[in-house]
Each structure stands twice: as structure tokens, then as C-alpha cells.
């Protein structure tokens, strides 16, 4: 994921804490198509778990998966508004947040983490479903 919130309008809101990680407090859509990417995991095309016991690793998987997924709908990272990222344990943050300054770029999108007991497969550490506004420029729907 080389992107953050290029199409969709980010922001810090004054008054609010600051983003204490890789996210922004909110962001505008603009004029384009609202796609909603179901939670992805770390796992290959096959469906076989990735980077099993490694959270930077699953997390590259992870966003790897959705950079797929909007390619194939005409966008790319930079048109992620937000994501919802599951996670097994909290432990491994730094880790998280490590990729996803390597993936994504400022602004970033609005972010919510949440702590769950468990995933589908207990070889998952991490899950992210994302909504992205791609512009009707490039917006189509795969075959």
C-alpha cells in the first residue's frame, strides 16, 4: 500500500487530541464510488495463512490483500477514508503501525482498533476491513 488519503479529505480536528498513531480523527468523501472491503487477513491467493506468529508481517499480508482488492475496482491505498483493524492481542502495536507508515501516507485514514478474543483461524493476529472512495474516474467493477 503506497497510499494514505490522497482522493478523500482528511483531517485533525482542532480541539481533539491529536492522532496518537498512523490515522487521522475524520475525512470528507468526496464525489466518487464508496467501496467497503470486507475484513481481510493475512493469507496468500490460495487461501493459505501468511506470516504465521508475525504481526508485521500479517500486516503487510493484510494490506497487501486490500491493495488487490481496490486495484481491481480501479483504486489504490491512497483512496482508503478509513479502516477497522481487529487485532488478537495489543501487544504488537509498534509493530503495526511500523508497516503502516511504510504502506500508507499522510494524512492518514480515519483508523478505529479494536481487541478481540479471536479471528476465523487462530493463525491470524490481525484483521482490517476499509472503506475507499475511488473518483468515478477510475472506478470500475472487475469481471
Not at 79 to 89: M, R
Not at 118 to 131: F, R, T
Amino acid at each position: 500500500m503506497a497510499g494514505g488519503m490522497g482522493m478523500a479529505d482528511a483531517f485533525n480536528a482542532p480541539g481533539v487530541a491529536k492522532p496518537s498513531g498512523v490515522f487521522s480523527n475524520a475525512a470528507w468523501q468526496p464525489p466518487g464510488r464508496v467501496l467497503h472491503i470486507a475484513g481481510a487477513v493475512s493469507q496468500d491467493a490460495d487461501g493459505r495463512p501468511v506470516a504465521a506468529g508475525d504481526m508485521a508481517g500479517q500486516t503487510r499480508q493484510v494490506l497487501e490483500n486490500i491493495r488487490a482488492v481496490l486495484a481491481a475496482a480501479g483504486g489504490t491505498l491512497d483512496d482508503v477514508a478509513s479502516v477497522t483493524v481487529y487485532v488478537t492481542d495489543l501487544k504488537d502495536l509498534a509493530a503495526i503501525q511500523t508497516v503502516r507508515r511504510e504502506m500508507l501516507k499522510p494524512p492518514y485514514p480515519a483508523s478505529t482498533l479494536v481487541k478481540v478474543a479471536a479471528l476465523a483461524k487462530p493463525e491470524y493476529l490481525i484483521e482490517i476491513s476499509a472503506v475507499a472512495v475511488i473518483p468515478d474516474s477510475r472506478a470500475r467493477r472487475p469481471a
